[in-house]
T-cell receptor, first 114, second 111 residues
Framework: ETGVTQTPRHLVMGMTNKKSLKCEQHLGHNAMYWYKQSAKKPLELMFVYNFKEQTENNSVPSRFSPECPNSSHLFLHLHTLQPEDSALYLC???????FGYGYTFGSGTRLTVV | ELKVEQNPLFLSMQEGKNYTIYCNYSTTSDRLYWYRQDPGKSLESLFVLLSNGAVKQEGRLMASLDTKARLSTLHITAAVHDLSATYFCAVDLLTGSRLTFGEGTQLTVNP
């Protein structure tokens, strides 16, 4: 267990479904991130939250909707996804801007869109 | 735009041998990270390199950083099968809060 907990670990959803991914950290970090990892591609940053405020949206389609109710919790709401959205979605947290202490990653949610 | 390139992308080596993975990045940064990922698992932090000339070692792995050359290396000494995994380098811009990853090096250590 890394200190960053993601649920569910696996998710299969149809293109018309609505689902949410959850991330929780109790490391006292102030920044939280969503990354997408597709096969044969580098990890792609999706969203950044600093002190609950979204500071970056890396041109992510609107079918992905993040929510950060507090510094410890981060959600990714999914609706009308496409098969190419199937990937491993990783949540990470850090002190503000990493401060050189690095980023802690969760175990990820393996998403399959059918 | 920051770009991070690793090579090689695939590395198959025999146990007991030495090898180096290279990580080049395109924009000035003083913070470089190495991560390990096992199949189906998350990223495990290996090293955080914060300054030019930094060198860190853990077991059979040693990482170094040359900020002037914008190059980091991950050296593997006397490889063992347990080191088989994918290794990522990542760079954190001084003025931003994003971590940009290389494509990863898939390492296979054969008996």
């Amino acid at each position: 267990e890394t200190g960053v907990t993601q649920t569910p670990r696996h998710l299969v959803m149809g293109m018309t479904n609505k689902k949410s991914l959850k991330c929780e950290q109790h490391l006292g970090h102030n920044a939280m991130y969503w990354y997408k990892q597709s096969a044969k591609k580098p990890l792609e940053l999706m969203f950044v939250y600093n002190f609950k405020e979204q500071t970056e949206n890396n041109s992510v389609p609107s079918r992905f909707s993040p929510e950060c109710p507090n510094s410890s919790h981060l959600f990714l709401h999914l609706h009308t996804l496409q098969p190419e959205d199937s990937a491993l979605y990783l949540c990470a947290s850090s002190q503000e801007r990493g401060f050189g202490y690095g980023y802690t990653f969760g175990s990820g949610t393996r998403l399959t869109v059918v | 735009e920051l770009k991070v390139e690793q090579n090689p992308l695939f590395l198959s080596m025999q146990e007991g041998k030495n090898y180096t993975i290279y990580c080049n990045y395109s924009t000035t940064s003083d913070r470089l990270y190495w991560y390990r990922q096992d199949p189906g698992k998350s990223l495990e932090s290996l090293f955080v390199l914060l300054s030019n000339g930094a060198v860190k070692q853990e077991g059979r792995l040693m990482a170094s950083l040359d900020t002037k050359a914008r190059l980091s290396t991950l050296h593997i000494t006397a490889a063992v099968h347990d080191l088989s995994a994918t290794y990522f380098c990542a760079v954190d811009l001084l003025t931003g809060s994003r971590l940009t990853f290389g494509e990863g090096t898939q390492l296979t250590v054969n008996p």
